[in-house]
């Protein structure tokens, strides 16, 4: 009787408890349910809180390894050529080679009676190559010159305000800003934004702002081997390279998992990278061969199916699009469209439309053999959209 009362309670004891665990919805009864309320409680705020810790400790980093890097940078020029203890005609014989050029151009625009006055001189300009006139807004990439004498005879310094070059007066500690200086810190905010984009692109690649923090720092102690910035301002990489590494950034964003078609998180991070990509082939005259590059991983990452056929679709119309936009401003610049990157996008393009329309629209479950007979015959269509191109254009 002892051991069938037994056996009974036993078999009471597990039914009852098989029963609470096969019953749906969250935990049965007791102590659990009361796990579950804080689970939905205090640890959820902590985690917010949490979050919200982290991107203000990120974002402060990231502020602050942009100052450091632009902060050390001038302190390295300023105590190799005691730049503000010379006179304005030694600062400017300071820019030697190529970037006394641009930056006659840029104080031109300065001193000319109007904007519109002084870019008519550059368009016709005879005394660059003289006797011969030519345009010089064709034949060099001087457009950030246009804009920083843009921001420099309508902003504060020409009589209204604004509180950035406010800052930059600041930094230089002047009252004043002389137009040299209002160009040479302009260059070094610009290196700033630079950080700030390698900090980003490293924070998202590895989801913690330590990695960012990190990249940032390596790149400042090492900037006599990354840069040239300390002892020339004026060269072309010195503007266009930050918008490379805010193209960088929103393109890794772009190509994540997270950004699932049509989410503001796609739309967005498509819009920057093509602002970047912009501003960084308006700005550089060699922009064609990195986009080259970028273009061929972005397609050979497509044909073999780690990025998606319309994402890599949509970069190769973005640097397209860059390519045309920039040679329309540049008066019709044969070196663009003649150049083998916006050949590579068109043709790109073309073979990923016509791939996944066709060619793979079961390449995830297909074999092996019948993947790599769909990329050889992808890449047959883009090398025959390329030789197409390279006729044409």
């Not at 304005?88 to 031109?108: A, F, H, N, P, W």
């Not at 920039?326 to 996008?345: I, R």
């Not at 883009?382 to 191109?389: G, P, R």
């Amino acid at each position: 009787m002892g051991k069938y009362s037994k056996a009974k309670r036993q078999r009471s004891l597990s039914g009852g408890t098989s029963s609470a665990l096969e019953a749906p919805g969250g935990p049965p009864s007791g102590d659990l349910s009361a796990a579950g309320d804080s689970e939905g409680g205090l640890p959820g705020w902590l985690g917010c809180l949490a979050t919200v810790l982290e991107w203000t400790a990120g974002i402060g980093l990231m502020l602050g390894c942009a100052w450091g890097f632009a902060w050390l940078t001038n302190e390295i020029h300023e105590s190799t050529l005691y730049f503000s203890n010379i006179k304005e005609v030694e600062r400017e014989i300071s820019l030697r080679t190529e970037q006394g050029l641009y930056y006659s151009y840029y104080k031109q625009l300065v001193r000319a009676p109007s904007l519109w006055q002084g870019l008519f001189e550059l368009v016709r300009d005879n005394s660059t190559e003289h006797p011969d006139t030519i345009n010089v807004l064709s034949r060099m990439n001087i457009y950030q010159e246009v804009l920083l004498a843009l921001l420099y005879r309508y902003t504060w310094f020409g009589g209204s305000f604004l509180y950035i070059s406010a800052a930059l007066a600041y930094l230089a500690n002047l009252t004043y800003l002389q137009p040299i200086y209002f160009y040479i810190y302009s260059v070094l905010f610009l290196n700033g934004l630079l950080i700030c984009g390698l900090f980003a692109t490293s924070w998202q690649l590895t989801g913690t702002p330590l990695a960012g923090c990190l990249a940032a720092v390596m790149y400042t102690l090492n900037s006599m081997h990354t840069t040239r910035l300390s002892s020339t301002h004026a060269l072309r990489e010195h503007f266009s390279l930050p918008f490379l590494w805010l193209q960088l950034f929103y393109l890794s964003v772009y190509f994540s998992r997270a950004s699932v078609r049509g989410s503001a998180r796609e739309r967005v991070s498509l819009l920057g990278a093509q602002i970047c990509c912009f501003l960084f082939t308006l700005f550089w005259q060699f922009n064609q061969f990195v986009l080259l590059l970028q273009s061929l991983s972005v397609l050979t990452a497509s044909a073999i199916g780690f990025v998606q056929f319309r994402k890599a679709f949509a970069f190769l119309l973005t640097v397209a699009g860059s390519l045309l936009l920039v040679s329309l401003l540049q008066f019709g610049n044969p070196m663009l469209l003649t150049a083998p990157a916006l050949s590579v996008c068109l043709s790109g393009a073309l073979s990923v439309a016509v791939s996944r329309r066709w060619l793979l629209p079961g390449f995830g479950s297909a074999g092996r053999l019948a993947r790599l007979s769909r990329v050889a015959c992808q890449a047959w269509v883009c090398l025959l959209a390329f030789a197409v191109c390279q006729t044409v254009l």
